[in-house]
């Protein structure tokens, strides 16, 4: 008997092959698609091919259910790999004339004297979603709101490259180096926070966060703080509210006294 | 007849070298999220080691073992000279240029991203045009023991194809089936993203088709073992195989049912149908029927070589076993931790009992028993069986072979059974660091210390095992004879030709993955807004 006699319904085994694996496949799939969907009593279905198509993963739209409306405005930045690619000279040229704007609180070499951010070597990505942010109205300050509101998206990705070309300087009043506590290099894994170094530097750097390093002690605590009370609201997903909530007052000194601490040249070069 | 002696060892010795690596960083690994070891504080170190383990592990060690084997198969059951010995050649090359290619984003830490990949986590391109060119080279070799065996058949037309390389051909193609889901998610998926070409990925279609390759792939390492549980033990210990059909029944199973089943590692995904993850779970269910068989085929061939020893009574006979033979003592270990680690499994087959485990170390722990375990101490053996006949010298040192596989068994068993058992208190896989001064996790420390103390266990096996490979390269000089395999109580002399082609259990295999995963690979495929940004590793 050649090959060719083998996918014959007169061959035995083609018969009892195809056949058993078939039969499986049809009860498998009648339990799988008819009866299982209605042995559970708590949902409902219109006939059977709805429950079919239930257990099929056929996506369906509630009619029902409209979306909460939000009332609060939530960060609409997008970055994409393009976004802020490769800027040219002029770009950073023209992004440091914008910056004299910044510099009463940044500081000329973007390093403060007034406890706001240092920017001087900060991550471009940070720098662009902050001010889109400023500018939407997912993030609000007093102070900061007025200036970002009337930039266009090109000032933006200019003021982010031009912040980012600075070199990283010590910051104003460094203060002794501190050993690196728990809260940032383990983070609390009971409570669910991630060790602030892994995303942050110390550890690792994961795109859009800022690196901390030399920032104004007072300023990473108030963060903090409004992230744990729900007053800053621009993190995506909540991760930072999350974490926030989560920390003790204790380890929001810890962890802001640690960065303060810390010269902004070791962070990870990886830009 | 063995004639490409150099290309079976140069598989061989690749094979083993770069599993000795692996195993060093699997236990450094143990050790460094244990209690004993002090936490580096640097999570992405660990990742980076992982990532080298599970890719050597997953991809290139059983895949070179299988082809070595399957070479040695191929010349000595066949007893004809392999053809397309350049082209076997060209296989290994490309398994080395891919290995390397992979290994060095690795170490750079430029592919953290674990060997199952878990996109929307994107590492470096070379990482995976790396795996692509280890999937690559075994392609070759698939397509060269299906070959020889068609030659071989034009020489011997109607006669039974000898069971080994049966098996060794369904194996092939099982491989060569099954890693296609692999490669559909790396070039359509990944790889675009990783070149730049994209910056969105459909996570849950990618993890489809992963899951396509990730359950048989198990099997495809399975089947060395399979394969030396029916033709090489009973032959060293002095038997008979109980049933040459019941054996082909078995690999023909494999074929058919190995591979429809694989969403069984997707019952915590969404974006799975209810419906095929019952109908995944019941076959998956099935796939426990050859192993079965087998247990039973290999239990009673035990048997006639105890009897032939003189073994007598209803259990007495077990005592008249070799129990002295490596090979016996292989076979004892491999069934004992195939018996464990093959319950485990039917705990994550079941939807429901999945849900107390899924994600827990308990996973880890079940396919190191079963993969680690069962499946690599008979690698071990088949070794040991063969370096004789490769390399003409004998292996002289029998007592260290004996305890070294004691060793591996004894470090796989407190490896293993403290993890499962942590994985049941709920303890996460692919944590780099546990806080085990909290007490809430503080009772599972000696757990844990158990663990790695068996790691380091398993270690010292491994370091045994290459160093009896390479005392046996310089050995004196023997004449091993012909390489031979069991023959079975009833040679049979004509084959149906169902049971002789696999032809029938391929056209089921692939019939099968078409109805168990066509519909939910077109569904994503088709639907809009299922992809997600890219995150990349290493990235800023």
């Known amino acids: 008997m050649s090959t060719r006699d083998l996918f014959t319904f007169s061959n035995r085994h083609f018969t009892v092959g195809v056949g058993i694996t078939a039969a499986i496949l049809v009860v498998t799939a009648i339990a799988g698609f008819v009866v299982l969907p209605f042995a559970q009593p708590w949902v409902q279905f219109a006939n059977v091919w709805d429950a079919i198509c239930s257990a099929a993963g056929v996506p369906q739209r509630a009619a029902s259910v409209t979306a909460p409306e939000q009332t609060k405005r939530l960060s609409e930045v997008v970055l994409t790999s393009r976004t802020l690619s490769r800027p040219s000279q002029e770009a950073i040229g023209r992004g440091a004339t914008l910056a004299q704007r910044c510099a009463i609180c940044h500081g ?47 000032e933006i990705a200019d003021l982010s490259n031009y912040y980012a070309y600075l070199p990283r300087l010590p910051a104003y009043h460094p203060t002794p ?45 108030a963060q903090l703080q409004a992230f744990a009370s729900g007053e800053r609201r ?23 006294a640690y960065y303060a601490s810390q010269p902004p040249d070791v962070v990870k070069a990886v830009d | 007849m063995l004639v490409n002696r150099k290309l079976i060892l140069a598989h061989f010795w690749l094979a083993f070298g770069v599993f000795g690596i692996a195993l060093t960083l699997g236990a450094w690994q143990m050790f460094i999220r244990s209690p004993i070891g002090t936490w580096l504080s640097n999570p992405e170190l660990y990742y980076r080691s992982l990532t080298a383990h599970g890719t050597v592990m997953g991809y290139v060690f059983p895949t070179l073992v299988a082809m070595g084997f399957g070479y040695a198969i191929s010349e000595s059951a066949l007893e004809q000279r392999l053809v397309g010995v350049r082209w076997a050649w060209a296989g290994f090359w490309l398994i080395v240029a891919g290995s390397v290619m992979a290994v060095i984003p690795i170490a750079l830490g430029r592919a953290s991203v674990l060997y199952t990949f878990y996109p929307p986590l994107i590492g470096n391109v070379f990482y995976y045009l790396g795996v692509v060119l280890v ?13 020889n065996l068609r030659v071989w058949r034009k020489a011997h037309p109607g006669a039974p194809v000898p069971l080994a ?13 099954t890693a296609v889901g692999a490669a559909l998610e790396l070039l359509l998926q990944i790889i675009p993203v990783a070149a730049g070409l994209k910056a969105t990925i459909d996570a849950g279609l990618a993890r489809i088709f992963f899951s396509w390759t990730l359950h048989a792939i198990v099997y495809f390492w399975l089947m060395p073992t399979y394969i030396a549980y029916y033709t090489i033990v009973p032959r060293a210990i002095g038997g008979r195989v ?10 023909i199973l494999f074929l058919v049912v190995a591979m429809p089943i694989g969403m069984h590692h997707t019952f915590a995904d969404p974006q799975v149908g209810a419906g095929f993850k019952f109908i995944h779970s019941a076959f998956t269910a099935l796939v426990a029927l050859p192993t079965l068989l087998t247990v039973f085929t290999i239990c009673a061939s035990v048997e006639i070589a105890a009897r032939l020893r003189g073994g007598r009574g209803m259990f007495g006979w077990t005592r008249a076993l070799p129990w002295d033979n490596p090979m016996m003592l292989a076979l004892a270990f491999s069934f004992v931790m195939l ?60 007592r260290l072979i004996r305890t070294q596989l004691w060793l591996w068994f004894i470090g796989m068993i407190v490896t293993t059974f403290p993890w499962h058992w942590v994985g049941i208190l709920g303890m996460p896989r692919r944590m780099a660091y546990f806080d085990f ?23 010292a096996s491994g370091i045994m095992f290459i160093v009896i490979l390479a005392r046996g390269m310089r050995a004196p000089q023997v004449d091993a004879g012909p390489y031979r395999f069991a023959i079975a109580v009833h040679q049979p002399a004509t084959v149906p030709v169902a049971l002789n082609t696999h032809a029938l259990w391929v056209a089921l295999m692939i019939a099968l993955t078409l109805t168990n995963y066509g519909y939910p690979i077109l569904n994503l495929a088709l639907s809009e807004g299922t992809s997600v940004p890219a995150v990349y590793v290493g990235a800023q």
């Open chain 2, 242 to 251: 109980y049933s040459d059909s019941m054996a082909r029944i078995s690999f």
């Open chain 1, 108 to 154: 000329p070499t973007g390093i403060s004297r007034a406890d706001s951010p240092n920017l001087a070597g900060q991550y471009a990505a940070v720098i662009y979603k902050e001010l889109h942010d400023f500018r939407s109205g997912a993030r609000t300050n007093a102070v900061m709101s007025p200036f970002a509101v009337n930039l266009t998206d090109q």
């Open chain 2, 135 to 147: 999937v690559v080279g075994s392609w070759v070799w698939v397509a060269l023991m299906s070959v």
């Open chain 2, 339 to 398: 018996g464990f680690g093959g319950a485990g499994g039917l705990i994550n087959m079941s939807y429901q009992l999945d849900a107390s485990i899924h994600n827990t170390q308990w996973i880890t722990g079940h396919f190191h028993l079963i993969f680690g375990g069962a499946i690599v101490i008979m690698y071990f053996v088949i070794a040991y069986d063969l370096w004789p006949h490769l390399t003409g010298r004998e292996l002289i040192d029998i």
């Open chain 2, 165 to 177: 390389m049966f098996a060794n051909v369904a194996g092939s193609y099982l491989w060569a089936w």
């Open chain 2, 437 to 459: 001064a909290d007490p809430a996790i503080a009772p599972q420390a000696l757990s844990v210390t158990l663990s790695a103390i068996g790691g380091f266990i398993l270690l």
């Open chain 1, 234 to 256: 621009n993190d995506i997903s909540q991760q930072m509210r999350n974490i926030g909530r989560a920390m003790t007052p204790q380890e929001i000194e810890a962890a802001a």
């Open chain 1, 177 to 221: 180096l501190l050993p690196k506590p728990n809260i940032v290099i383990y983070g609390a894994p009971m409570r669910g926070i991630a060790p602030c170094g892994a995303c942050h530097g110390s550890l690792d750097n994961k795109t859009g966060s800022p690196w901390l390093e030399g920032q104004s002690e007072v300023y990473l605590k």
